[in-house]
Nanobody
């Protein structure tokens, strides 16, 4: 499975960005696509997850409802719409695919496929 993340950039506080994670290759065993972020000096944090087979979603509590994850079946792409961005959202955002589903637990991502990161910078 190959994952291509894109859509990052530099925005001001309060603005929005939409990240894309395009999957290709052998995706039949993929159960979930997740978005993660890692700020400089920080640990990687799971931001959101989309369950391919039943459409269930997971969001980190810290997001306070500002982000929305969705999927375009035809394009085999998962999107992360990020609204009301804050400076603390600044991080490298990466997407990953697993065969275990969503749930917010780190063990779900053992053996996952990872895409490269895309930088999101929120600054005035």
């Amino acid at each position: 499975v190959q994952l291509q993340a894109s859509g990052g950039g530099l925005v001001q506080p309060g603005e929005s960005l939409r990240l894309s994670c395009a999957a290709s290759g052998s995706t039949l065993d993929v159960d979930a696509i997740g978005w993660f972020r890692q700020a400089p000096g920080g640990e990687r944090e799971e931001v959101s997850c989309f369950s391919i087979h039943d459409g269930r979603t997971y969001y980190a509590d810290s997001l306070q409802g500002r982000f929305t994850i969705s999927r375009d079946d035809a394009k085999n792409t998962v999107y992360l719409q990020m609204n009301s961005l804050k400076p603390e959202d600044t991080a490298v955002y990466s997407c990953a695919a697993n065969n275990k589903g969503c749930g917010g637990s780190s063990w779900l991502w053992f053996g996952a496929y990872w895409g490269q990161g895309t930088q999101v910078t929120v600054s005035s």
